[in-house]
């Protein structure tokens, strides 16, 4: 009796999905051991050993003419490739989440989220420099957009060629705001800076404004940038429900079921661009340090811009590194922000005015994103 | 430089460029490979300048309503 196929496989296997394997293994301990968006990396890390296994029966295959289906390949066609769903009904849990009340406060704010989508664009500037042809360095460069989701669907919308190693360098920078912040904000700050206190006004918002700013977000990021309006809308309805006040189990679903059952589909189903032959290539590095300058190169701009704001209105000063939390990675950069305030003055607290930056930087990365596919669609 | 313009004209592949060293021409080689290069950092650079200044009029303006909202409410409460 032949008992080869018992083996056959395990001779199937190519280097380049050991390396998938690794990579895998790498993703889950990073979720597992040290916290990294665990809800992304660990099904991710799964889903890169699951996709990787020869002839793995969670991609289509043909064998002896015989074709069969597999469920991660039918997720992603359906839920990204095909009507880039998941991403955008996430952005309704996120929405849900978000309360925008210390930004509604202090409006002034919402330019430091604008100004830090900045190294989206210079990172643009250096893939294209590398060679990367226009969509691929679009895509690669909203990775500075510190924010999953957007990053998934524009690089899905304009084919890149490099969806997977973008959506693991996203998640991961996004865990690893805690390291990159510190470093990108004490190049361009002294401790005077970081010491810079700011006073916190508070005060309530009313339920007219919170109910009408979705709305009105809605429809001013529409008429500026048509693209946006899937992502920004579906944020904005989010926040809606949230704001409303008579949905409250609506809203607490998509807080909570709605965003983790997405979030569960999405990690896995985003390994299907994980394949060996798509994946362990030279660019993936190239990918993973670009996304790294991105980020740094948000924060730097973030923290630049307000030091050049503080200029023309030097009765009403923010404190630097509040530029910096306009990148959308909330909540762990208004966390890095108020820890680097209390390091350099331990009376100083931050938070609020870094949640508001944060928030902003929210709505900017989403405006960023739609504004990057309408350039293309022209 | 107009979008359009950017979609026609891609940066030359790998490929492509492989087939010109056939030509035996270095110069050729090069300036093809950088023509590309070229015209993609025009693109990039347009994104630039097109990208901040869509983000700063959306947020500027969605800033501009939440103030005018922020005083109507003060007036109110007065």
Request: with cysteine; charged share 15%.
């Given at each position: 009796?032949?008992?080869?196929?018992?083996w056959?496989?395990?001779?199937a296997?190519?280097?380049q999905?050991l390396?998938?394997y690794?990579?895998?293994?790498?993703?889950?301990w990073?979720a597992?051991?040290?916290?990294f968006?665990?809800?992304?990396?660990?099904?991710?890390?799964?889903?890169?050993?699951?996709v990787?296994?020869?002839?793995?029966g969670?991609?289509?295959?043909?064998?002896?003419?015989?074709?069969?289906?597999?469920?991660?390949?039918?997720?992603?066609e359906?839920?990204?490739e095909?009507?880039e769903?998941?991403?955008?009904l996430?952005?309704?849990?996120?929405g849900?989440?978000i309360?925008f009340?210390?930004l509604l406060?202090?409006p002034?704010?919402?330019?430091?989220g604008?100004a830090?989508?900045?190294?989206?664009?210079?990172?643009i500037?250096?893939?294209?420099?590398?060679?990367?042809?226009?969509?691929?360095?679009?895509?690669?460069?909203?990775i500075?957009?510190?924010?999953?989701?957007?990053s998934?669907?524009?690089?899905?919308?304009l084919?890149?060629n490099?969806?997977g190693?973008?959506?693991?360098?996203?998640?991961?920078?996004?865990?690893?705001v805690?390291?990159?912040?510190?470093?990108?904000?004490?190049?361009v700050?002294?401790?005077?800076?970081?010491?810079m206190r700011?006073?916190?006004?508070?005060?309530?918002v009313s339920r007219?404004?919170?109910?009408?700013?979705?709305?009105?977000?809605?429809?001013?990021?529409?008429?500026?940038?048509?693209?946006s309006?899937a992502?920004?809308?579906?944020?904005?309805?989010?926040?809606?429900?949230r704001?409303c006040?008579?949905?409250?189990?609506?809203s607490?679903?998509a807080?909570?079921?709605?965003?983790n059952?997405?979030?569960?589909?999405?990690?896995i189903?985003?390994?299907?661009s994980?394949?060996a032959?798509?994946?362990v290539?030279?660019?993936?590095?190239?990918?993973m340090g670009?996304?790294?300058?991105a980020?740094?190169?948000?924060?730097?701009?973030g923290v630049?811009?307000?030091k050049v704001?503080?200029i023309?209105t030097p009765?009403?000063?923010?404190n630097p590194?509040?530029?910096?939390?306009?990148?959308s990675?909330f909540p762990?950069?208004?966390?890095?922000?108020?820890?680097?305030?209390?390091?350099?003055?331990?009376?100083n607290?931050?938070?609020?005015?870094?949640?508001?930056a944060?928030v902003?930087?929210?709505?900017?990365?989403?405006?960023?994103?739609g504004?990057v596919?309408?350039?293309?669609?022209? | 430089?107009?979008?359009?313009t950017?979609?026609?004209?891609?940066?030359?592949?790998?490929?492509e460029v492989?087939?010109?060293?056939g030509?035996?021409?270095?110069?050729t080689?090069?300036?093809?490979a950088e023509?590309?290069?070229?015209e993609?950092?025009?693109?990039?650079?347009?994104?630039?300048g097109q990208?901040m200044?869509s983000?700063?009029?959306?947020l500027g303006?969605?800033?501009?309503?939440?103030g005018?909202?922020?005083?109507?409410?003060?007036?109110?409460?007065?």
């Open positions: 009796m032949d008992f080869s196929f018992l056959e496989n395990l001779t296997i190519t280097w999905q390396v998938m690794v990579v895998g293994a790498v993703l889950i990073l597992i051991e040290k916290g968006e665990p809800a992304l990396l660990m099904p991710m890390g799964f889903g890169a050993i699951l990787n296994l020869p002839l793995s969670v991609m289509d295959q043909v064998q002896n003419g015989i074709a069969t289906h597999g469920i991660v390949q039918w997720l992603f359906v839920g990204i095909a009507s769903a998941l991403p955008i996430l952005f309704i849990g996120i849900a989440m309360d009340g210390p406060t202090n002034k704010l919402f330019l430091c604008a830090a989508q900045a190294g989206i664009f210079l990172t500037i250096i893939a294209v420099l590398l060679g990367f042809d226009m969509k691929d360095a679009a895509s690669i460069g909203i500075g957009a510190a924010d999953g989701p957007t998934i669907l524009v690089s899905q919308v084919g890149s490099y969806i190693a973008i959506a693991v360098a996203a998640y991961s920078y996004m865990a690893l805690p390291v990159v912040q510190p470093f990108a904000i004490k190049l700050t002294t401790k005077k800076d970081r010491a700011m006073p916190y006004k508070g005060g309530t007219r404004t919170r109910i009408l700013f979705p709305i009105i977000v809605t429809i001013i990021a529409g008429l500026v940038a048509p693209a309006v992502l920004v809308g579906f944020l904005m309805f989010g926040n809606l429900i704001e006040g008579v949905l409250e189990t609506m607490k679903t807080q909570n079921e709605l965003a059952l997405i979030t569960l589909l999405l990690g189903t985003i390994a299907a994980m394949k032959e798509e994946f290539r030279v660019e993936t590095l190239l990918i670009l996304g790294l300058v980020f740094i190169l948000d924060s730097v701009v630049l811009f307000v704001l503080n023309f009765k009403n000063k923010i590194m509040v530029g910096a939390a306009g990148i990675a762990m950069s208004s966390r890095v922000i108020e820890k680097l305030g209390q390091e350099a003055d331990s009376q607290h931050l938070l609020m005015h870094a949640i508001a944060n902003s930087g929210q709505i900017a990365s989403v405006v960023a994103g504004v596919l309408q350039y293309f669609m022209g | 430089m107009n979008n359009e950017l979609l026609i004209a891609p940066a030359p592949t790998p490929d492989a087939g010109v060293i030509g035996a021409d270095a110069p080689t090069i300036m093809t023509v590309g290069v070229a993609n950092l025009g693109g990039a650079v347009q994104i630039l990208g200044a983000i700063f009029v959306v303006i969605i800033a501009l309503f939440v005018v909202l922020k005083k109507l409410d003060n007036k109110k409460k007065k």
